[in-house]
């Protein structure tokens, strides 16, 4: 089995505080109105309790990238070593294929630029043994950078309620839902 780095998201330990977000535009160095990685709070539907659960979400890194194949200038590739997926802005003519066949929303358009741009999972700082800015950011330790086959959590989640169920795409995350609130009340 090749290796595939992914991100496991754990809603259990998330508060939202977006510092996942923050480091990531800040190694990134992205324009104002750029988000690489977005916080989303779950919708009452699927969590409707008082505490709030959260999302913290970027590019999925799939197994099968529609980018990949929605791209006319092959400016995105998979490596091999790792399965990350990286967009040379060089070769992007800002034609927005990508942004509109993602079914999760990871490639952005830059205005400024004209071309798209996304999470590259921090590969550079990868190949330097360094971990990702916002798993390293994360103070909860609820966003982390793993290699999936090394995952062995049965209660972990593919396609939790709220993220979309692309099959064909194979997304490399991983979730654990936020734990159901208990109601402690005191002996009288």
Avoid at 7 to 31: H, P, S, V, W, Y
Avoid at 54 to 70: K, M, T, V
């Amino acid at each position: 089995m090749k290796k595939q780095y992914g991100f496991f998201i754990d809603a259990d330990r998330c508060i939202g505080c977006f510092t996942c977000a923050m480091a990531c535009k800040n190694q990134n160095r992205l324009e104002p109105g750029i988000k690489w990685r977005e916080v989303h709070p779950l919708d009452e539907a699927i969590y409707p309790h008082r505490d709030r659960a959260f999302y913290s979400l970027a590019c999925n890194h799939c197994e099968r990238p529609c980018c990949i194949e929605a791209c006319p200038v092959s400016a995105y590739s998979k490596r091999e070593k790792d399965g990350v997926v990286v967009h040379d802005q060089q070769k992007c003519i800002g034609c927005k294929n990508c942004v509109r066949s993602c079914p999760f929303g990871a490639p952005e358009y830059n205005p400024e630029l004209n071309k798209a741009e996304k999470c590259s999972l921090c590969y550079q700082r990868l190949d330097a043994g360094l971990t990702p800015a916002c798993a390293q950011g994360c103070p909860t330790r609820a966003l982390q950078v793993v290699e999936l086959s090394a995952l062995d959590d049965a209660d972990l989640l593919h396609y939790p309620p709220g993220f979309p169920a692309a099959k064909k795409l194979n997304p490399s995350v991983r979730f654990r839902s936020p734990r159901q609130p208990r109601i402690i009340r005191r002996k009288a």
